[in-house]
C-alpha cells in the first residue's frame, strides 16, 4: 500500500465531442472481447439511444489476426500500441488481461485523455494508483466494474451508491472456478483433483488454472473491493492468501457432520481500535460457513458478496460472475457511462483513497477455527489438549471425538481468536506425543464470535 492521497491534482474533463459519433478501440477478442463485438453490433441502435450519439468501432488488436473471421478484417491489427495511439480513438476498452504490456497501453491513452473500460483484475490490483493519476491528470474516465465478479453490479454500488455511508465489512464468493470444485465436492464427495478436472472439461476453469485454485484471482478481486470500500489502496501484497488445493474430501465431510459448508471467501473488514484508530485486513481463503448462510446456496460458478455499511445495513450481490456474455454486460455498462461523460463533456468518480488506513496483518485477524486431529485413544489426551488451548488463551466452542480402535479423531471448534495466538496453540499441539497428525485447520465465518 501507498501512503499517497489522490485527487487534489486533476486535470479538467475532456471537451464534450459534440454531436460525432464515440470513437472506440477494443484491445482483445477472445471470450469476453468477442462477445462485446457482438452486443455492440446488436445494440448499435439502443445504445446510440442511450448515450445520444453512436458507439464506433474503429479497430479491434489481438495477437493472431488470422483467427477472427467472426470480426470485420478491416478492423483488425496486431499492432495495440498503435491502436491506442490513433488520435481518431475516445475510449479504450481493454480485454486483453495481464500486466504487461497492458499497463502500458493503458496509461499512454490515460494520458492522452482517452477514457478507459478494463475488465483487468490483475493489472487494476497491482497499478491503479498509476492508472488513477494519469486519468486524474489529463481528465480521463477509468471504469472497470467487470474486473470483480462479472455481470454483477458491485463496484459502482462501492464507488457511487455507497459513497455516503462508511462501509465496514465485505465478504463474499468472488471466483466461479473455485465456487465450482467446492460446490461439486460438497455434492457429490469426489475429491480435488478430479473436481478440477470436471471444472475444465466444463470450460470453467483455464488451461492453467492456478490463478483460480491458489486463489491469486480471488486475492487480486478482494485488492480492489478493499481499495473502494475503504478509500485506501490496498494492493495484492496487502492481501492474505490461501487457495483451496489442501481441501481434502475428509475437510467437506467435516464440514458437513457439524452443519457447515466450505467457500473460498474473500474478507475485506475495517477495523476499528480502542482508541478509534481504524486499519482494514483483507484476506482470502477457504473457510467453513454454516449451510444456513446465505453464501452457503451459492452453487457452481455464481458468485455472491455481502456488504456492510453502517447506515444501509446488509446488503448481498449475487449472479454470473464470469463468462464471455456476463462479463461483456458489466464493460459495456461502463462504456455507456464513459461515452455519457464524453457527451457532456463531464467525468465519472476519481480514485477516493484519502483514509490511507493501515493494512493489518493477517497475524492480527480473527475468527473462529476447526481443528481436525488425529491422537491416541487413551485418558487424559482430551484434557492435555484442552490444556495447550487454554495457555494461549484460545476459548473452545464444541469439541466432538469419535474413538475408532487405539486412536480417535478429534475436532475443536474454537471462539473467535487470532490467528497468531492459534497458530501457536496449534504447533504445540502437533508436537505433543499423542497427537498423531494435525489433520487439517480451517478458519469459521458467518457465525457468531
Ligand atoms: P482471452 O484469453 O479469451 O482473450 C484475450 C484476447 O487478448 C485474445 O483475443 C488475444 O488475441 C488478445 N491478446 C493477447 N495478447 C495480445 C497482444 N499482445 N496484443 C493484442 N491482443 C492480444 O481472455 P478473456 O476474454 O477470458 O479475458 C480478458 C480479460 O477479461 C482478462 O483481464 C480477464 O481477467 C478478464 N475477465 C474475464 C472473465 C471471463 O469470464 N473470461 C471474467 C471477468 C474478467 P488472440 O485471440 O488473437 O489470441
Ligand atoms: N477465472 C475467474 C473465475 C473468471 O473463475 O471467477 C472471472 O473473473
Not at 88 to 100: L, Q, R, S, W
Not at 356 to 384: C, E, F, K, M
Not at 393 to 404: F, L, M, P, W, Y
Amino acid at each position: 500500500m501507498t501512503g499517497s492521497v489522490t485527487g487534489s491534482t486533476t486535470g479538467a474533463a475532456a471537451e464534450p465531442i459534440g454531436g460525432r459519433p464515440i470513437r472506440v478501440a477494443l484491445l482483445g477478442c477472445g471470450t469476453v472481447g468477442t462477445q462485446i463485438v457482438r452486443l455492440l453490433t446488436e445494440q448499435a441502435d439502443e445504445l446510440a439511444a442511450r448515450i445520444g450519439t453512436p458507439v464506433e468501432l474503429v479497430g479491434i488488436a489481438v495477437r493472431r489476426a488470422d483467427r477472427h473471421r467472426e470480426v470485420p478484417a478491416e478492423l483488425l491489427t496486431t499492432d495495440a500500441a498503435a491502436l491506442v495511439a490513433r488520435d481518431d480513438v475516445d475510449v479504450v476498452v481493454e480485454v486483453v488481461g495481464g500486466i504487461e504490456p497492458t499497463r502500458e497501453w493503458l496509461l499512454t491513452a490515460l494520458r492522452a485523455g482517452k477514457s478507459v473500460v478494463t475488465a483487468n483484475k490483475a493489472l487494476l490490483a497491482e497499478h491503479a494508483g498509476d492508472l488513477f493519476t494519469a486519468a486524474d491528470a489529463s481528465g480521463a474516465d477509468l471504469y472497470f466494474e467487470a474486473a470483480v465478479a462479472g455481470a454483477i453490479p458491485l463496484l459502482r454500488p462501492l464507488r457511487e451508491s455507497l459513497a455516503g455511508d462508511r462501509i465496514t465489512r465485505v465478504m463474499g464468493i468472488v471466483n466461479g472456478t473455485t465456487n465450482f470444485i467446492l460446490s461439486a465436492m460438497d455434492e457429490t464427495g469426489a475429491g480435488y483433483a478430479e473436481t478440477l478436472d470436471e471444472a475444465a472439461r466444463l470450460g470453467y476453469a483455464e488451461a492453467d488454472p492456478t490463478a483460480d485454485v491458489d486463489g491469486y484471482d480471488a486475492a487480486a478481486k478482494a485488492a480492489i473491493l478493499a481499495s473502494l470500500s475503504f478509500h485506501t489502496r490496498v494492493t495484492m501484497g496487502d492481501v492474505h492468501r490461501e487457495g483451496i488445493s489442501a481441501v481434502t474430501p475428509a475437510d467437506v465431510a467435516a464440514a458437513r457432520g457439524l452443519g457447515r459448508t466450505i467457500k473460498l471467501l474473500a474478507i475485506c473488514e475495517r477495523v476499528e481500535a480502542a482508541d478509534g484508530t481504524a486499519s482494514v485486513a483483507v484476506r482470502v481463503h477457504p473457510a467453513m460457513i454454516p449451510r444456513s448462510h446465505p453464501l452457503a446456496g451459492v452453487g457452481g460458478a455464481f458468485n455472491a458478496v455481502f456488504v456492510e455499511a453502517e447506515a444501509a445495513g446488509q446488503l448481498m450481490f449475487y449472479g454470473q460472475g464470469a463468462g464471455g456474455a456476463p462479463t461483456a454486460s458489466a464493460v459495456l455498462g461502463d462504456l455507456v457511462a464513459v461515452a455519457r461523460n464524453r457527451v457532456v463533456g463531464g467525468r465519472g468518480p476519481r480514485e477516493s483513497a484519502y483514509a490511507d488506513l493501515a493494512v493489518r496483518p493477517i497475524a492480527q485477524a480473527s475468527t473462529r477455527y476447526h481443528i481436525s486431529l488425529d491422537v491416541a485413544d487413551r485418558a487424559g489426551v482430551l484434557a492435555a489438549v484442552a490444556a495447550v488451548f487454554a495457555e494461549h488463551e484460545v476459548s473452545i466452542s464444541a469439541v466432538r471425538q469419535e474413538g475408532r480402535t487405539s486412536d480417535a479423531s478429534l475436532v475443536i471448534v474454537t471462539h473467535s481468536a487470532e490467528d497468531a495466538a492459534l497458530r501457536s496453540t496449534v504447533d504445540k499441539i502437533a508436537g505433543l506425543p499423542f497427537v498423531n497428525r494435525v489433520v487439517s485447520v480451517m478458519r469459521v465465518e458467518g457465525e457468531d464470535q
